[in-house]
């Protein structure tokens, strides 16, 4: 843990500067004024950013993995090749790669690379353990439309769950607010990294999510609390939202373009929903049956926005061919269903008939659990699909582990993948990974050693650890 | 976007040849795992009417025997489940398909036979067959004392037919002071130990209980009756425990009152591994829990079932992770053993953990869980290593019998496997 608490004080000290470069903050008012101006707050301002990303990468050091299959997620493996990390990127990868002569080498032989694994579809931080009343606070479930709310600032940096993620190669998390509305609130992406705050876990620049939820769960939770009970209700709620979004977004723009009279109201819920509308925030729908899906399709094309990912989507092997003609993710388990009437057609195939149809399979856990596992969950699926004559190969398990849900994210372009110039997100696994016997051995972010099976010192322990959990904790 | 191709054109639903119990059936050429004996690399299982006859390396096989080939597959024990509610629950939540919670009286429903309304044709079993798993314990679940377990075999008949020990053990936990009705740890060991006193003294003075003689007894009479064989040392007590202290306060209340225990859960046995040892205390737990998911489960960690194993515990692999295993993903059992195995237990004893092991935890040992004369017929023939995701369990007999019609799921699948759909 040296490294990392060493890592730590100097990311929170070396960033501290960085402070400066908030795009909107205020000046900071002289003690004899009066009042300070008024704070960027009382504007709505699109792709606002008020609590902005302090992450920086920690230190790290020019490694060469040699010897290794790589899996770059964009092509066939590689076999007995070479990955460079260098600044935080991949410098190269390949079979013939210089080794610089100040990089850490690791012997790769017999060994797998992969992209650090993406799992859109996490609760970490705002469902952590221990599992407590007073730390339960991914629900805002107190009105089915809460747009207004966000998870980042439900998220415990302490839950001990992060590190276990880490440990199981996942190097990004979208965090997302429960399901228990039509609109959820806001999600936040995730570096699996130690922090004392949620701000040093964001990941910079990605855009923002909005949470929503079909079928069974709103109708629950709030059929005797007022409504929607029904699915036809669900519906005319998101209808509703969107109406006055849509006029909300209108006004704003026009204000923001003109400055003309007094700024309109800010409405903390509407801006979040005008940013979907503006196309500025993906939208993440928890979604079981294909029929809801379908008909969630064509409420985003009446009020003019694209949903980015149905989550869970157990039906969604029976209307791949609507997700690819809309280009919308299926983030799916590979082997959940039937614990609730809306999961009772979940198949093992899904993974792979959602691939087959030209959609995206993205494998995700909504589950602390499986989320350390999310390469037995693709090598279930993987089996499932050839169990049916499916032609599928490893190559196209790593997809759903990794460019994909990186693409469910909008950060496809800097994580995902192994290609030069891409951020040195990096797992190196003991052996093929979609073997149960193999465990990771290391794990990368942004070219840093986070996570080193074989040494206790390299393995993050939150303060909610220390003196509750002995050392060696969990599998570490 | 790689597109995946297909290849084949059908379901592999109908492997050949199909068999049924009333015959002489070979298993051919396989390596075998007998589990209560070393592998055989090519061996023979002789099967008939049902049961097993043989298992060797040099078994004739008799003329007019149904040969199944199994070169180059390994075959296996049928898999033992010991934590699930198959039959029991169709449906979670919401739908009213739920038979596994009874009332009871302050929390005690030991009297409770949830298997009476057991249901042989829920959709969750054949995709449990498909994993391998042959025979399953189901429980009860809520209170302090949730009722009686049975061990069913998941062969296609009748639910009296798939009884194989009712009841296999009575449930209880010592680990939610909700759950039991009670406000703390001391209070619910308290009411336990109570409750199993005052069974112990119903049991000896019935006529006196019967002539109103006896004191006031605050439990239902049904459910002292059916304490009766645990009192007597002959049924155990399921526990479910997590916290060390829990553990130990149960093997405590067991060697006081003399009674057989089972711990289930078990996150932190881990911890007092050679207590459990000692007093001969099999615990039920998975393989792929490392959260601190409760103050009563900090120590939760991987290694645990290979280092009760180590210590000299009878382990039975259980799925509990959260993911459904009791029910939609039963199948999953053959990874909990794939796991444990990523954390330190053999491979052979990662096998006896979801084969012999948990049918020596409930006293079948003598009719499932390995490979030998006498034995019912429950074997698997896996096309490789069973653990490994890659792998599939290529033919399921349960008591000599062959499963082969699809499941609900195959069915989904075949239906839209080619989208568009046209006339559906």
């Known amino acids: 843990m040296r490294t990392i608490v060493a890592a730590l004080v100097v990311a929170v000290l070396g960033c501290a500067p960085a402070q400066g470069a908030r795009p909107v903050g205020p000046t900071p008012a002289k003690a004899d004024t009066a009042s300070p101006p008024p704070g960027p707050g009382a504007l709505s301002t699109p792709n606002a950013d008020p609590f902005p990303s302090t992450y920086t990468p920690f230190p790290s050091r020019p490694t060469a993995i040699r010897n290794a299959t790589i899996f770059t997620a964009t092509g066939p493996r590689l076999e007995h090749a070479t990955i460079l990390l260098r600044d935080g990127k991949v410098a190269a990868v390949g079979a013939d790669v210089a080794i610089p002569a100040d990089a850490v080498v690791i012997d790769g032989t017999g060994k797998y690379v992969t992209p650090g694994l993406i799992d859109a579809h996490s609760h970490l931080g705002v469902y952590p353990a221990p599992g407590t009343e007073a730390n339960s606070d991914g629900n805002e479930a107190t009105n089915p439309a809460t747009p207004q709310v966000w998870a980042e600032h439900s998220v415990w940096p302490q839950d001990p769950q992060f590190p276990r993620n880490l440990a199981g190669g996942v190097t990004t998390l979208q965090v997302l607010p429960g399901s228990a509305n039509l609109f959820g609130g806001r999600s936040v992406v995730l570096k699996v990294v130690p922090s004392r705050t949620v701000q040093g876990m964001k990941f910079p620049g990605a855009k923002y999510g909005l949470k929503m939820a079909c079928g069974e769960n709103p109708k629950r939770v709030y059929g005797q609390k007022g409504g929607p009970s029904t699915r036809m209700g669900n519906v005319a709620g998101y209808r509703a939202e969107w109406i006055k979004a849509e006029q909300y977004r209108r006004r704003w723009d026009k204000w923001n373009a003109d400055h003309k009279g007094d700024p309109p109201p800010r409405d903390l819920g509407l801006e979040t929903l005008a940013e979907v509308l503006r196309g500025d925030m993906l939208v993440q729908m928890h979604c079981y049956r294909a029929d809801e899906m379908a008909v969630m399709l064509d409420v985003a094309r009446e009020f003019g926005y694209r949903i980015r990912s149905f989550h869970h989507a157990v039906e969604a092997y029976k209307i791949a061919d609507l997700l690819a003609r809309d280009s919308v993710s299926a983030s799916v388990w590979a082997d959940w269903g039937g614990f609730k009437m809306e999961a009772l057609d979940g198949v093992l195939a899904n993974m792979a008939l959602v691939d087959q149809a030209g959609a995206r399979t993205v494998v995700h856990s909504d589950d602390p659990s499986g989320s350390q596992r999310l390469a037995q969950e693709a090598a279930k699926g993987l089996a499932a699909g050839r169990a049916i004559g499916l032609s599928l190969t490893e190559e196209d398990g790593i997809r759903w582990l990794t460019v994909n849900p990186a693409w469910t994210l909008g950060l496809d372009d800097r994580i995902g993948s192994l290609a030069v110039g891409k951020n040195a997100d990096v797992v190196l696994w003991s052996g093929d990974p979609f073997s149960v016997y193999t465990r990771t051995d290391k794990v990368w972010v942004d070219g840093a050693l986070l996570f080193d099976r074989s040494d206790p010192a390299e393995q993050w322990r939150t303060d909610f650890e220390l003196g509750y959990v002995a050392q060696p904790g969990g599998s570490r | ?424």
């Open chain 2, 1 to 424: 976007m790689t597109r995946a191709r297909l290849t084949v054109p059908v379901l592999l639903l109908a492997a050949a040849p199909v068999v049924t119990a009333a015959q002489t059936i070979a298993i051919t050429g396989g390596k075998v795992f007998p589990v209560s004996g070393p592998p055989i690399e090519r061996g023979t299982v002789l099967i008939r009417d049902g049961r097993i006859t043989a298992v060797g390396a040099d078994v004739t096989v008799p003329a007019g025997a149904t040969r199944i080939d199994a070169a180059g597959k390994w075959v296996t024990p049928g898999l033992v489940d010991l934590n699930t509610e198959l039959g029991l629950v169709e449906v979670g939540f919401g739908a009213g398909a739920n038979e596994a919670s009874a009332k009871g009286q302050d929390a005690v429903a030991a009297s409770f036979r949830p298997w009476v309304a057991l249901n042989p044709g829920s959709v969750l079993i054949p995709p449990a067959r498909e994993g391998g798993v042959t025979t399953v314990a189901v429980w009860p679940v809520g209170g302090l004392i949730a009722g009686q377990g049975a061990l069913v075999d998941l062969l296609d008949g009748s639910m009296t037919d798939m009884l194989l020990a009712a009841p296999a053990g009575m449930a209880g936990q010592v680990s939610s002071d909700e759950d039991a009705g009670v406000g703390a740890r001391g209070e619910l060991f308290g009411r336990l130990r109570d409750l199993l006193e005052n069974a112990r003294e119903y049991g000896r003075r019935k006529a006196d209980y019967d002539r109103g003689q006896m004191r006031p007894v605050p439990y239902r009479r049904e459910d002292l009756e059916a304490l009766l064989p645990v009192v007597g040392g002959k049924l155990p007590l399921v526990l479910v425990a997590d916290r060390a202290a829990d553990i130990e306060a149960s093997l405590a209340l067991a060697a006081d009152l003399n009674i057989r225990i089972v711990i289930a859960g078990g996150a932190e046995a881990w911890q007092v591994a050679d207590k459990l040892a000692a007093a001969k205390v099999p615990v039920l737990t998975g393989a792929m829990n490392n959260i601190p998911q409760s103050f009563n489960a900090l120590g939760s960690r991987q290694e645990n079932a290979a280092l009760l194993r180590k210590a000299g515990v009878t382990v039975a692999l259980i799925g509990n992770g959260g993911g459904d295993e009791e029910l939609f993903n039963v199948r999953n059992l053959r990874y909990e053993a794939g796991n444990a195995v990523a954390y330190g237990m053999s491979w052979d004893d990662a096998l006896r953990a979801v084969t012999l092991s948990p049918a020596e935890a409930f006293g079948v040992a003598d009719r499932v869980g390995a490979l030998a004369p006498g034995l019912e017929a429950n074997v698997v023939i896996w096309s490789g290593d069973p653990f490994e995701f890659a792998t599939a369990a290529v033919h399921v007999l349960v008591r000599g019998r062959e499963f082969t019609a699809p499941s609900r799921q195959d069915l989904l699948i075949q239906r839209y496997r080619m989208l568009p759909l046209r006339r559906r």
